[in-house]
């Protein structure tokens, strides 16, 4: 399973850095995403990074903004989000892909986390 953390309560502007961990065995192969859903709305693509965390992708709503990095000796996925504004307030979820490719479609994640609740305040 994934363990999402590190989300807050952070003024708009601020920055928060999201981590998620796994198991060797649920990611070290895969391409890795962060999808995030705010009240009322549908999921939403943020950003993901394939298997070697040599080929990332960000949505147009976060992209110079947002970096998503990866430490496979360490099982780990993060999420560095500067310059936050009120429209990030989210649950963020990190997931793990079918594939050693992430992808912008939800349906492309097998694996999901429990998701860590960022909230910005204006």
């Known amino acids: 399973q994934l363990q999402a953390s590190g989300g807050g309560l952070v003024q708009a502007g601020g920055s928060l850095r999201l981590s998620c961990a796994a198991s060797?065995?649920?990611?070290?192969?895969?391409?890795v995403g962060w999808i995030r859903q705010a009240p009322g709305k549908e999921r939403e693509f943020v950003a993901c990074?394939?298997?070697?965390?040599?080929?990332?992708l960000y949505a147009d709503s976060v992209k110079g903004r947002f970096t998503i990095s990866r430490d496979n000796a360490k099982n780990a996925v993060y999420l560095e989000m500067n310059s936050l504004k009120p429209e990030d307030t989210a649950l963020y979820y990190c997931?793990?892909?079918?594939?050693?490719?992430?992808?912008?479609?939800?349906?492309?994640?097998?694996?999901w986390g429990q998701g860590t609740l960022v909230t910005v305040s204006s």
């Open positions: 060797k065995r649920t990611f070290s192969n895969n391409g």
């Open positions: 997931a793990a892909a079918r594939t050693a490719y992430g992808s912008r479609f939800a349906g492309e994640y097998h694996y």
């Open positions: 990074i394939n298997w070697r965390g040599g080929t990332t």
